[in-house]
């Protein structure tokens, strides 16, 4: 299996402030064929289900505000809140679309500091 | 505007089966590849398996020997069993629809997911 982690575990930005969430495949999740990292990335509200922001590991999801961006390749990758909002107070999880078993990241909480 | 939602009992007893449906509205089961994901509470997202309409299924290796995914197409409908469950098996569990007709995407559409409690 790839396992996922994420760093930090949780972190406290100001409002406006910029939020970076990073993210490492224990392999690497590009695939050479294509030349295109599987790996994705979801928020999630409490008592909501996850919502998908990033894929690609850098495509913006349509409607996905342009404050959200996602960079990296291979094993590190990373997801910047550029100007951090109230309404993006949530868990942030990675996924990894590579290869079976699909894996997560054991998410990282944002909030307003 | 595709719309899932998860239905089944909430408490089922230890050593017993767990059965949910996942309804699809809004766009065809006969498309797309479809999964379930479960989260035990205050925890991280599991995938538990998928099926394509044809009825081809993958399953998570850690839960392969416990789990059944199927669909009806009839009713445009998916369903998850799960036997032989014990308490770690307390979970929201959602369904989800893969972003394309390919396997290794991620998930575009979620249910509000529902949850199972196993307890006697």
């Known amino acids: 299996d790839i396992v996922m982690t994420q760093s930090p575990d949780s972190l406290a930005v100001s409002l406006g402030e910029r939020a970076t969430i990073n993210c490492k495949s224990s392999?690497?999740?590009?695939?050479?064929?294509?030349?295109?990292?599987?790996l994705t990335w979801y928020q999630q509200k409490p008592g909501q289900p996850p919502k998908l922001l990033i894929y690609w590991a850098s495509t913006r999801e349509s409607g996905v505000p342009d404050r959200f961006s996602g960079s990296g390749s291979g094993t590190d990758f990373t997801l910047t809140i550029s100007s951090l909002q109230a309404e993006d107070v949530a868990v942030y999880y990675c996924?990894?679309?590579?290869?079976?078993?699909?894996?997560f990241g054991p998410g990282t909480k944002v909030d307003i500091k | 505007q595709v719309q899932l939602q998860e239905s089944g009992p909430g408490l089922v007893k230890p050593s017993e089966t767990l059965s949910l449906t996942c309804s699809v509205s809004g766009g065809s089961i006969t498309s797309y590849y479809w999964s379930w994901i479960r989260q035990p509470p205050g925890q991280g997202l599991e995938w538990i398996g998928s099926i394509y309409y044809s009825g081809s299924t993958n399953y998570n290796p850690s839960l392969r020997s416990r789990v059944t995914i199927s669909l009806d197409t009839s009713k445009n409908q998916f369903s998850l069993r799960l036997s032989s469950v014990t308490a770690a098996d307390t979970a929201v569990y959602y369904c989800?629809?893969?972003?394309?007709?390919?396997?290794?995407?991620?998930?575009?559409?979620w249910g509000q997911g529902t949850l199972v409690t196993v307890s006697s």
């Open positions: 392999q690497s999740v590009l695939y050479s064929s294509n030349n295109k990292n599987y």
């Open positions: 996924q990894q679309y590579y290869s079976i078993p699909f894996t």
């Open positions: 989800a629809r893969h972003t394309d007709d390919d396997l290794t995407r991620p998930f575009d559409y």
